[in-house]
């Protein structure tokens, strides 16, 4: 019995014989090691190669030196080695620089470097054939000198930083038969295995989390000479160092074996490590980084509110209680400002009596729209010419410019508009560079005023008295029909404008001569304007001529000279040669002059002329006697209560005044 277990003792002391040395580390509590810098072993039992002081450095060590050569032929020995290591990064997601498990003629490596050199080598001696120095690194900052090929790898490292054959951390899952990836600074457990076999020079490196088994497959598998890099005598141990990077390197256990399998590591054995180390660490960041963000934040509020006051005074408009009934007929001034893109000069289509007309596209719904554009400093009689203004937008007759609606900014006024492709009449009718419009063309245009014109004085539930009938204030759609525009706009000016300025209502030649009288508009006024609307269209000249020193007779009396004269077709626009139809034509003359009678009771009212332009009823006989004009004695220098008058003369080649609201093209 005794004998028996003599034997088996025998045995045990033959086989632990049979390994030249064997470590085995299940903690560190006690253990006989080699500590160098920040090494140290915690109360805990842990092996703590680095702590998170930076630029640091820690070495540990077998003190004993291993004999690696087998005596007999000078060959490398097997040797076979575990360790359970977990780095704790300072802040998540960076940690420097990574462990090694080395083997070193040195067990202090004076002179190695801390950060990308791991505490082995320093600048100088990388790569020296007399370093002696063999490590497996477990790298977590890539180092672009040593050509690191990630944060995050495990390279074999033989008397250089430039590793041999490095691979990404990974394990192989025997259930998914894949590698799977595993983050070195996770702070968590992590087991290695490193088997070196001298007789085949085959080194395996393996890794995985510590709560799964050694998986079946090495992560790194090479073909390794270490015979000239191992000494007979060489130290086993471990190397980390920290940069400007920081992190905790710990080893909770090590066993090692030389020429034989490595007893495994007893997990159940091997210390915890720190608790909530995460936590400090993040609140660590939180100190440093929430005053940070605070101020980040603080700048950024201090932007946001900057521009959007800035918007808000870009974009300011003025809204008062009144105005909420109006709100459907209301365009946001930002809108009308994007779509006129800032009202840029490349989107003016010209200058109109009332201010400048710029093209737009509307954001919202891609409408292409003419916005107006109304300086207008007074505030009195607003109200009620906003409210006439959108009660003017639910007119609705094909031959009238529809209103959209408006915005309203401090001192300006924006209507808005249907965009006409074709502009105003004026310049087909008076300016050379646009082709001459046919006589059919030009007299559906007369027909389409005329019947506009109708529905403003008669077709809704209020008289609209237009004020401002004029060839430039008729405009062309696509398909060249006529639109009356502008109407109403004069009554801004009629209520409470600032006589002194200069606004131009009503045009000098389409004002019926009692209005100088009376200072009020009526329909027959209107109908006046309209006969010198008829006349402009027929003979292609402007009423009367807007230079003065040019003495020519008005329009009027001139088409009267050629009917009294009994050739009234000669008043015709020369530009139509003999391209007209000669009723039509007598038509529009008689009635233009008939209109144009200087008694407002006896012009037709528009009811009567759009059946006669429609052939309906025959045209009122006229008497040529009476339809004299009296405008030669007529003076225009009184001011008017609530008038402004245009003098074409003065304006024309001043200013462009005169010009159409919708002149298009060449800008
Ligand atoms: C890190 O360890 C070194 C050496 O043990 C010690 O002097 C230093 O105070 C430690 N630093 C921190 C931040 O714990
Ligand atoms: C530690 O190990 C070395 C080498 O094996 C030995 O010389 C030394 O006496 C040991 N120290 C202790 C305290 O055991
Ligand atoms: C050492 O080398 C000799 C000769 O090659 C061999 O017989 C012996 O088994 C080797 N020893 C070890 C421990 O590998
Ligand atoms: C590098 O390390 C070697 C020893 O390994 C030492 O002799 C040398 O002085 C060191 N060089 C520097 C620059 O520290």
Redesign the pocket.
């Known amino acids: 019995m005794v004998s028996k277990i003599l034997l088996v003792i025998f045995l045990l002391l033959k086989l632990v014989a049979s390994s030249d040395h064997e470590i085995i580390f299940n903690g560190f509590t006690g253990a006989n090691l080699s500590l160098n810098g920040l090494a140290q072993i915690t109360s805990g039992g842990l092996l703590m190669l680095t702590n998170n002081t930076k630029e640091g450095q820690g070495h540990a060590f077998h003190p004993a030196l291993l004999h690696f050569k087998n005596s007999s032929n000078g060959k490398p020995l097997s040797f076979d080695t575990t360790f359970v290591f977990a780095i704790r990064p300072e802040y998540p997601d960076v940690s420097g620089h990574g462990l090694a498990f080395a083997l070193s003629p040195?067990k202090e490596?004076?002179?190695?470097?801390p950060s990308q050199h791991l505490g082995l080598?320093?600048?100088?001696?990388i790569g020296?054939p007399i370093?002696h120095i063999f490590a497996i690194e477990l790298d977590t900052v890539m180092t672009v000198e040593f050509y690191d090929i990630n944060d995050n790898h495990v390279g074999i490292d033989i008397n250089s930083l430039i590793s041999v054959n490095p691979s990404p951390v990974a394990y192989f899952d025997s259930k998914s038969g894949r590698f799977k990836s595993l983050k070195l600074i996770s702070g968590d457990p992590m087991q290695v295995w490193i088997e070196y076999n001298g007789m085949d020079m085959q080194l395996d490196v393996t890794i995985s989390p510590s709560n799964v088994p050694k998986p079946d497959i090495p992560l790194v598998s090479s073909k390794v000479d270490l015979s000239s890099i191992l000494l007979d005598d060489m130290y086993a141990g471990f190397s980390a160092s920290t940069g400007s990077a920081t992190g905790y390197h710990y080893i909770l256990g090590w066993s090692f074996s030389l020429n034989g399998n490595a007893q495994p590591l007893d997990l159940s054995k091997l210390p915890p490590l720190p608790y909530q180390e995460h936590t400090k660490n993040i609140s660590h960041l939180l100190t440093i980084a929430l005053p940070l963000v605070a101020a980040v934040l603080l700048l950024l509020s201090i932007a946001v509110i900057f521009f959007v006051q800035r918007k808000r005074k870009k974009y300011r408009e003025l809204v008062e209680d009144w105005e909420l009934e109006f709100g459907p007929h209301r365009f946001p001034y930002k809108d009308l400002f994007k779509a006129t893109k800032g009202f840029r000069e490349e989107n003016l289509l010209g200058f109109g009596g009332f201010g400048q007309v710029y093209k737009g596209v509307l954001p919202t719904s891609a409408t292409e729209v003419a916005v107006k554009k109304i300086s207008h400093e007074s505030r009195q009689g607003m109200r009620e010419f906003v409210a006439e203004i959108v009660s003017m937008g639910r007119l609705r007759h094909r031959n009238l410019v529809q209103l959209l609606g408006y915005c309203r900014r401090e001192g300006e006024l924006l209507l808005v508009y249907e965009y006409m492709p074709n502009g105003s009449l004026d310049k087909f009718l008076f300016h050379g560079e646009q082709p001459a419009l046919t006589w059919s063309q030009r007299f559906q245009i007369i027909k389409d005023v005329s019947s506009g014109l109708h529905y403003l004085h008669e077709g809704w539930e209020q008289v609209v008295i237009h004020r401002d009938i004029k060839a430039s204030n008729v405009l062309l759609d696509g398909e060249f029909n006529g639109k009356l525009g502008d109407f109403g706009l004069a009554r801004l000016y009629c209520r409470g404008a600032n006589p002194q300025t200069t606004h131009i209502v009503g045009t000098l030649g389409y004002l019926a001569p009692e209005i100088s009288m009376t200072g009020k508009a009526t329909t027959s006024s209107d109908v006046y304007a309209f006969g010198a609307f008829l006349l402009e269209v027929a003979c292609g000249r402007r009423p009367i001529e807007s230079d003065p020193s040019i003495e020519v007779p008005g329009l009027v009396e001139w088409v009267l000279g050629c009917w009294k004269m009994g050739t009234i077709l000669e008043a015709r626009d020369p530009k139509l040669g003999s391209d007209y139809v000669v009723k039509e034509m007598e038509l529009v003359l008689k009635l233009g002059l008939l209109c144009s009678h200087p008694d407002p009771t006896a012009r037709p009212s528009m009811r009567q002329v759009v059946q006669s332009l429609e052939g309906d009823a025959p045209l009122p006989p006229i008497s040529v006697d009476a339809l004299i004009p009296s405008t030669s004695t007529q003076r225009y220098d009184e001011c008017f209560d609530d008038f402004v008058i245009s003098y074409p003369s003065i304006y024309d080649h001043t200013s462009t005044t005169y010009s159409s609201p919708f002149v298009s093209g060449g800008r």
């Open positions: 040195s490596l004076p002179g190695a470097m080598f320093n600048t100088t001696d020296n370093d």
